[in-house]
């Protein structure tokens, strides 16, 4: 998320100082690309590990504060909310074994967080979206304490003039407003980076965006939001939803999202992209900057640039250019950000392997890509990737495949080529690239994900299928084995404590309206063996209920006159999602009721029986 010490521009003024220093940083960039003062000749690799931090019950914990304290290691960071840090890996030069290298020292940073965290009775998951993420851990108090966040947040919403929405449909369907940015954090990425030559900076982003559509279908591991499914990497419709600053509108309008693939190849150089967002992008956040770039040169020294980075870093895109400055030295790389954590290290590795190695076999075949391929089928193949996974079928050398024998004939051999090019250790060249083969061949993240659920599904509500696809998740990062190699969940694992009426609610309910007939809601009652059912009306508030024990009391010919107002029980108590259980049985024993409608904003969610709450009476 970048750093922390920035903020809204609240004058006129401190919005045209750092737009000077944006300016400024442009024309440095375009001054050391032209005299050659960016590193070339080398290529580095990179990575950011983000991960999510549950609690005994593998539900977000909300102690990344205290737990970043206690580890007190430069390498990590806080994110968006309470439930995720960051790692920040050291460069690696691309030779070798710096995969595997860097693999043992993810695997050290993991460990000692899973260490310091198991003092505040806290785990560490590495997972694209956490399963056990709900609506109430989605709620403004969960923003990470930092001014960057709350500046990002109000921001966001002041562009955006209204609460977000989120429309996502798949097998199940989700659509939901909400306040805050917070939906962003649902999303933990394990984010890549590799250096590249300036003066092909255009072909290689190109050529990036070319490949991303294949590698993502092989790489998909976040099918689950709320416990619906949707896409097979959720992160990508998520993302732009979640922070989406574009209002809808009468008027036919082409508007671009923050976050997105892109829109055309890209031309001539890194400031061309640079210049092309600053023109199409508002500056969101300041911050105090003290260094003026072309001055810094001039003294011959290498600028940081900060102002663009900052802007740069509030456009997501998921192929990110990006330009650093250390040591004396300034690189530019391209930031992979479509990959999501998990399922294991050993994945996110031969992720990285298998697309660093793509990178790298680019050559004279697929030079200038851009007058290969179309733009649109890179981002139809991107779009679809996201949505179907493995199961894509995707658009390549002008013909169509499906996404497993694009990988495996054409990728994978591809990626081989460019890795044996290009020096890296031949027995990780096969460790890392069977990897990717067998996981094509047998099941992605996704799949796995996908298949437990809906076995857990059938034995268990909603809920506990959720908590215990993460205590399985979990076991099996232990051992540090690849998705392919892992078992499915064993559904006679212990059962895990529900504090709140939201993990045991029913959400798929039959409800219905004031002016229905009576005859009708009970012929309904009927058909479905329903003891309690809800009334709304038209835009879905609670306004009565109708019970098997009150109707029973009414004469039945005045029910065959009779609509759904007149029959109903108008007096209702109802709870939210967030009430604790035993306050709902509470309730429930004090006025003697079989049920308990569950109300949020007003409006109906869900209803809790007597049957739901007994386990825990």
Not at 106 to 130: C, H, P, S, W, Y
Not at 287 to 303: M, V
Not at 334 to 341: C, K, Q, S
Request: negative net charge.
């Amino acid at each position: 998320m970048g750093e922390h010490f920035i903020k809204i521009s609240d004058s006129r003024k401190e919005h045209g100082t750092f737009l000077s220093h944006l300016l400024s940083d442009i024309k440095a960039l375009e001054h050391m690309l032209e005299h050659k003062l960016i590193e070339a000749g080398i290529t580095r690799i990179g990575a950011e590990q983000e991960f999510c931090l549950v609690d005994s019950n593998f539900r977000p914990s909300d102690k990344a504060v205290e737990i970043l304290k206690s580890i007190n290691d430069h390498h990590f960071t806080t994110e968006l909310a309470k439930y995720n840090l960051e790692i920040n890996l050291d460069p690696e030069v691309c030779e070798d074994k710096c995969f595997s290298v860097m693999e043992v020292k993810l695997l050290e940073f993991l460990n000692l967080a899973a260490k310091r965290a198991q003092n505040f009775d806290t785990k560490v998951l590495l997972t694209g979206i956490l399963p056990t993420i709900s609506k109430n851990t989605l709620e403004y108090h969960y923003i990470t304490p930092v001014p960057r966040y709350y500046a990002l947040n109000d921001r966001m919403k002041e562009l955006r003039g209204d609460d977000f929405s989120l429309h996502l449909k798949g097998v199940d369907e989700l659509t939901i407003k909400h306040s805050s940015v917070l939906f962003e954090a649902c999303n933990t990425s394990f984010q890549m980076h590799l250096q590249i030559d300036p003066d092909r900076f255009a072909d290689a982003y190109n050529w990036s965006q070319a490949i991303a559509g294949p590698v993502l279908a092989a790489c998909t591991n976040s099918p689950l939001l709320l416990g619906r499914e949707l896409w097979s990497e959720n992160r990508i419709a998520l993302f732009q939803q979640s922070i989406d600053t574009r209002s809808s509108s009468y008027a036919l309008k082409d508007q671009l999202a923050r976050v997105s693939f892109g829109q055309k190849w890209v031309t001539d150089s890194i400031a061309n992209i640079y210049k092309e967002d600053i023109s199409r992008f508002p500056i969101i956040l300041t911050k105090e900057i003290e260094e003026n770039s072309e001055e810094t040169l001039k003294q011959g020294k290498i600028p940081k640039l900060a102002a663009l980075n900052l802007h740069n870093g509030t456009i997501y895109k998921w192929n990110r250019a990006c330009y650093g400055a250390a040591g004396g030295k300034a690189h530019v790389r391209i930031e992979n950000r479509y990959i999501p954590a998990g399922p294991s290290v050993k994945d996110e590795m031969a992720n990285f392997v298998f697309w660093a190695g793509l990178m790298m076999a680019q050559g004279e075949r697929f030079s200038n890509i851009a007058a290969q391929m179309d733009f649109k089928d890179a981002k139809s193949n991107f779009l679809k990737a996201a949505r179907y996974g493995k199961e894509s079928v995707l658009m390549w050398n002008g013909q169509l495949w499906n996404a497993p024998d694009l990988l495996l004939k054409e990728f994978l051999p591809l990626a081989e080529s460019g890795l044996r090019n290009n020096n890296i250790n031949k027995k990780d060249i096969q460790n890392y690239l069977s990897i990717i083969e067998k996981r094509i061949v047998g099941k992605n993240g996704s799949q796995w994900l996908i298949s437990n659920y809906r076995n857990l599904n059938r034995n268990y509500k909603r809920d506990d299928s959720l908590v215990k696809l993460c205590e399985c998740t979990f076991n099996h990062q232990q051992q540090n084995i690849p998705v392919h190699q892992w078992s499915d969940c064993d559904l006679k694992s212990k059962t895990f404590a529900s504090s709140s009426i939201d993990h045991i609610m029913s959400t798929q309910l039959i409800t219905v309206r004031t002016k229905d007939s009576a005859q009708l809601a009970l012929s309904i009652m009927n058909w479905n063996d329903i003891h309690h059912m809800p009334v709304e009306d038209g835009r879905g508030k609670l306004m009565g209920l109708l019970t098997h024990s009150h109707i029973s009391k009414l004469d039945a010919p005045n029910i065959e006159e009779a609509n759904v107002a007149d029959i109903m029980v108008k007096e209702v108590v109802s709870i939210s999602p967030f009430t604790p259980i035993k306050e709902a049985i509470a309730i429930m024993k004090k006025n003697e009721f079989g049920c308990l409608p569950v109300v949020e904003h007003e409006e109906l969610v869900g209803i809790v029986t007597i049957k739901d709450v007994k386990p825990f009476d």
